[in-house]
């Protein structure tokens, strides 16, 4: 593992790769944990109604979290999303993809989707919690 890679994709042979996300990360380094986030803003108002919109503005909290610690997008090794709408992640997949890939970029840490009942938030369409390893330099 190198700097530029920070960790090792794991693919078991004779697996059909993973579309948009990893089986399994191999890592080491400093680890960075987020809380669960959602799609508000940094005076925690809400700007977008839509789970696209909030998603968006979730990756991008989250971007400012791992920022702190001196973590980029590249860092993140897990990604669990809680949704309040199957149908409507369903129906959206190509605007959540050109969202992700806006924020994050081409990197597809192991990730986990669970639709929920509710959120805390009321207003919260999509939570993220993240997970991040920093390599030592």
């Known amino acids: 593992m190198t700097a530029l890679t920070p960790h090792t994709f794991l ?16 890592a080491e380094g400093r680890m960075v944990f987020t809380g669960g986030l959602v799609g508000w803003n940094e005076n925690q108002e809400w700007i977008e109604t839509d789970m696209v919109g909030q998603f968006r503005q979730t990756l991008k909290n989250i971007v400012a979290v791992l920022a702190e610690a001196g973590a980029k997008p590249e860092h993140l090794v897990r990604l669990t999303w809680y949704i309040t709408d199957k149908a409507e992640y369903n129906n959206n ?24 009942v509710a959120l805390m938030e009321d207003e919260a369409r999509v ?11």
């Open 127 to 137: 939570e993220i919690e993240a997970t991040a390893v920093v390599p030592e330099a």
């Open 93 to 116: 997949l190509k605007a959540f993809g050109a969202a992700y890939r806006e924020v994050i970029g081409r990197h597809f840490p192991a990730m986990a989707v669970v639709q929920v």
């Open 11 to 26: 693919q078991p042979d004779g697996w059909v790769p993973a579309k948009g996300y990893a089986n399994g990360i191999l």
